[in-house]
T-cell receptor, first 110, second 115 residues
């Protein structure tokens, strides 16, 4: 089956710094990738997505980078704020299903 | 747009009873809904996929007779945990997908505690 994982289970950053959260996947045929944010006790919230025909996509304060050669995905958060503290998952939908990585817990230090 | 609600948000029930959790897409029609389970500090694990008007497809290891899923309309899916036991205590999250879309929109989750 699909293998999706994140490099670091936890990440602490100073408020105002940039955050980088990584995700590795195994299926080279994957063509769509999504990042979700999950705050404690809540459901996942869509952040940004990217298709395999792109290397980079920018949103508001977030950028997703895709390296298909090494099957690696990253989420960059600029000027990290306390409200960014959450668990971040990459999700890769082969067909109907979503395979979620193990998640990175981001803690923002004021 | 693309709001998904769940009800209840929290439920406590006694061992042996059944609990129903509702998942609704509020502003769009969801041809497919998904049910996930999440244990503390763990990732979401897909339990089943349901398409409106047809039987749900369960993931390996998920007991379909224990976790009854009904997707009777394009805006409502229900998950019934039958004869609940303490090990069924978990955070249950649903998601919904528009017809032809790939994104899943998640509900806020339901915290089930079985005593």
């Amino acid at each position: 089956g699909e293998s999706v994982g994140l490099h670091l289970p936890t990440l602490s950053v100073q408020e105002g710094d940039n955050s980088i959260i990584n995700c590795a996947y195994s299926n080279s045929a994957s063509d769509y990738f999504i990042w979700y944010k999950q705050e404690s006790g809540k459901g996942p919230q869509f952040i940004i997505d990217i298709r395999s025909n792109m290397d980079k996509r920018q949103g508001q304060r977030v950028t997703v980078l895709l390296n298909k050669t090494v099957k690696h995905l990253s989420l960059q958060i600029a000027a990290t704020q306390p409200g960014d503290s959450a668990v971040y998952f990459c999700a890769i939908p082969p067909g109907n299903q979503f395979y979620f990585g193990t998640g990175t817990s981001l803690t923002v230090i004021p | 747009g693309a709001v998904v609600s769940q009800h209840p948000s929290r439920v406590i029930c006694k061992s042996g009873t059944s609990v129903k959790i509702e998942c609704r897409s509020l502003d769009f029609q969801a041809t497919t809904m998904f049910w996930y389970r999440q244990f503390p500090k763990q990732s979401l694990m897909l339990m089943a996929t349901s398409n409106e008007g047809s039987k749900a497809t369960y993931e390996q290891g998920v007991e379909k007779d224990k976790f009854l899923i009904n997707h009777a309309s394009l805006t409502l899916s229900t998950l019934t945990v039958t004869s609940a036991h303490p090990e069924d205590s978990s955070f249950y999250i649903c998601s919904a997908r528009r017809g032809g879309g790939e994104k899943q929109y998640f509900g806020p989750g339901t915290r089930l505690t079985v005593t």
